[in-house]
């Protein structure tokens, strides 16, 4: 691993950081955001607000200028083709800024598994619109009975001519509130073995039989939702790949979805803006009156960031020598998740009893009630995006070579 920029990237990086500066709306600027709260493009773009909708084109608008939507897709896609290392670069520039990212699961899960499995002519409809920022994608996997066991899923969908019929649940769906369009897994041969008769198919979320029902977690917000499908018709081209093979297509879309560098760079400015505040006359007023017993795990924070930052590195360093992440994945992903909720939990201790106000407003509520909200928040992060206890099995076995039990 090598930590250092080469001319190339150095000046690479410089770009990207003077854009950010030039184009990012002052919505989703730093400055502009009190305790931490960050704008969400995907619901700007269909938010009532004007200047949010406004905020979020010309966002995209900036983004698509550079292929920067896309910045991992080939250019003969719409992206901009940047190799293995400037996406890093880009990304560790873009959390630095907390800029929010345009296009969501369309452009990190939907458009590269769309790139190895569709076919030329779903390419050519779902791809430019993605890039646009025209169409927000969701993701259809989980069901009340197949979370974690995704391969148990009992959606079904049923060939009548040149259509499936389909029929079925699904849960935690994020985002299908702002989603224009979603991507799921269906059985589409029920007596198949598990991981066989599963098809990966896409539709427009206004089909007639779909219901988007938000479900409102501890800390009241709707981040996913309930999705029933009651006869929705669904032309079979929509498939992605081979019909029946879909799980095979839907894992490739999951190898896009477990490593990245955000989540360290957004936890140290987490801390960093944590240790400021407990300098200013209100952290003085805010901060428990014996906080220095606590300054040891302030420490172990910031030195977890650092590891979980070098994770993230040595996935980018892999991937840059041609070598493929597996086992190393889950661990960034394992210690990432955790380390998250053990930030939360510091910060709480660090407020005493004014960590129990929970508004973000008056003043009782310390850094605007940002620990408080986020210790609730930080909960399913070691249940979402694959649990800790999945994850440690990849490592058990494929990292470190022990028995299946």
Do not use: C
């Amino acid at each position: 691993m090598d930590w250092s920029d080469s001319p190339e990237q150095a000046t690479f990086r410089e770009e990207v950081a003077e854009f950010i500066v030039e184009r990012l709306p002052g919505r989703y600027q730093s400055g502009s955001r009190e305790g931490g709260i960050v704008q969400s493009w995907q619901a700007d773009r269909k938010s009532v607000d004007t200047e949010a909708r406004d905020s979020a084109m010309n966002w995209a608008d900036a983004l698509a200028e550079k292929g920067w939507i896309a910045p991992h897709w080939p250019e003969e896609y719409g992206g901009a083709g940047l190799t293995v290392m400037e996406q890093f670069i880009y990304n560790q520039e873009m959390a630095k800024a907390a800029a929010s990212p345009v296009g969501g699961m369309g452009v990190s899960l939907l458009g590269p598994t769309m790139i190895v499995h569709g076919s030329d002519e779903q390419k050519a409809e779902h791809l430019p619109r993605v890039l646009s920022g025209e169409v927000a994608w969701a993701q259809g996997y989980s069901e009340p009975s197949a979370g974690s066991d995704l391969a148990s899923l009992q959606t079904r969908a049923i060939r009548d001519g040149d259509d499936l019929v389909i029929n079925g649940q699904k849960i935690w769906t994020s985002g299908a509130q702002y989603a224009d369009w979603l991507f799921a897994l269906v059985r589409t041969e029920p007596d198949a073995p598990k991981h066989r008769g599963i098809s990966f198919i896409v539709m427009d979320i206004k089909t007639p039989g779909i219901t988007v029902r938000p479900i409102v977690d501890m800390g009241w917000q709707e981040p996913f939702n309930e999705t029933f499908f009651e006869d929705v018709r669904v032309p079979a081209a929509n498939i992605v790949g081979e019909e029946n093979r879909g799980w095979y297509v839907g894992m490739t879309l999951l190898d896009f979805e477990r490593s990245g560098i955000s989540d360290a760079i957004q936890y140290e400015r987490t801390l960093t803006r944590l240790i400021d505040y407990g300098k200013s006359e209100a952290g003085a007023k805010h901060y428990r009156q014996d906080w220095k017993i606590l300054r040891h795990e302030v420490a172990e924070r910031y030195l977890e960031i650092g590891v979980l930052f070098n994770f993230a590195f040595r996935i980018v360093s892999m991937q840059n020598n041609g070598m493929v992440p597996n086992y190393e994945a889950s661990v960034n992903k394992l210690f990432g998740s955790e380390t998250h909720q053990r930030l939360s939990r510091t910060g709480t201790k660090l407020f005493g009893l004014y960590a129990n106000v929970w508004q973000r407003e008056g003043e009782h509520a310390p850094m605007n009630a940002e620990f408080t909200r986020d210790y609730v928040g930080s909960v399913p992060h070691t249940i979402f995006s694959g649990s800790s206890e999945i994850q440690r099995n990849v490592i058990a076995t494929r990292g470190l070579g022990l028995p299946r039990g």
